[in-house]
């Protein structure tokens, strides 16, 4: 594998087999489960010790993959961006999310409210119960914001305001019965990304790591200890830049 040192955190990155730009994580319980947004149609699996296993292949694709959740009661949410592409236009494939359970998939398109072409889903999270959506914008009086849904997965319960000092929501992962949130900037611009605790009650706290500016996804696998991908550069292989992991010392 690929080693490479990351200088801001004095921690190794290791390739992510199979992936050019990794966009979410997920421990199952059983493993690590990744998403690549080039990959509409797949998502990558791996073992404990990050052996590829088979992948799980989608019967619909959600475009732009960007987060990845444990359902509630069990089972698998798959969140594409919501996000219009480049040159402003709506893409319903990434206005999709898909819910694996009792051995189906289902797929709907749920009404997030009225927040017009800003909006950018990149976190998802099983939290109290139910699953929440973390937006990389718009932001809210500078805060970012928490998106409560229904069992259904079909509309918003809650919005949340999270303050992370003018950042955006790149991902989440609970912790107990915490949040941990990676923030990062609204617009691309290479600035270093942050890790956040965000307690049931009151305001997050941010962490000691500094992460680096395309960490995508996270996620406590089962050694306790957190584990980041990083987005790479390219389709297909092989990558500019490929997909690289990391893993640290629970926070």
Not at 151 to 162: C, F, I, M, P
Not at 169 to 179: F, K, T, Y
Not at 187 to 199: I, V
Request: aromatic share 4%.
């Amino acid at each position: 594998m690929i080693l490479l040192l990351l200088a801001c955190a004095g921690a190794a990155e290791e390739r992510v087999a199979g992936s050019c730009e990794a966009s979410a994580l997920l421990w199952d319980g059983q493993g690590f489960v990744v998403a690549d947004n080039e990959q509409d149609d797949r998502l990558l699996r791996f073992g404990p010790d990050w052996a590829a296993r088979a992948p799980e292949v989608l019967p619909e694709p959600i475009e732009d993959i960007e987060a990845l959740a444990q359902a509630p009661g069990g089972g698998l949410v798959v969140v594409g961006s919501h996000s219009v592409n480049k040159k402003g236009a709506p893409q319903p494939e990434r206005r999709r999310i898909g819910r694996y359970a009792d051995g189906a998939w289902v797929f709907v398109e749920p009404d997030l409210g009225g927040f017009g072409p800003a909006l950018n889903i990149e976190g998802a999270a099983l939290w109290q119960g139910a699953v929440w959506l973390g937006l990389r914008g718009p932001l809210s009086d500078d805060k970012a914001q928490l998106l409560r849904l229904s069992e259904d997965l079909s509309r918003v319960t809650e919005t949340r305001l999270v303050d992370l000092g003018g950042l955006g929501i790149r991902a989440l992962s609970p912790q107990g019965d915490n949040l941990l949130v990676i923030a990062g900037p609204v617009e691309d611009g290479g600035q270093a990304h942050s890790l956040w605790r965000m307690p049931p009650v009151g305001p997050p706290r941010r962490l000691e790591p500094t992460l680096p500016a395309s960490a995508e996804g996270l996620a406590i696998g089962g050694d306790g200890r957190l584990y980041i991908v990083i987005d790479g550069d390219g389709k297909g292989e092989p990558c500019a830049v490929p997909s690289r992991r990391q893993v640290l010392p629970a926070p």
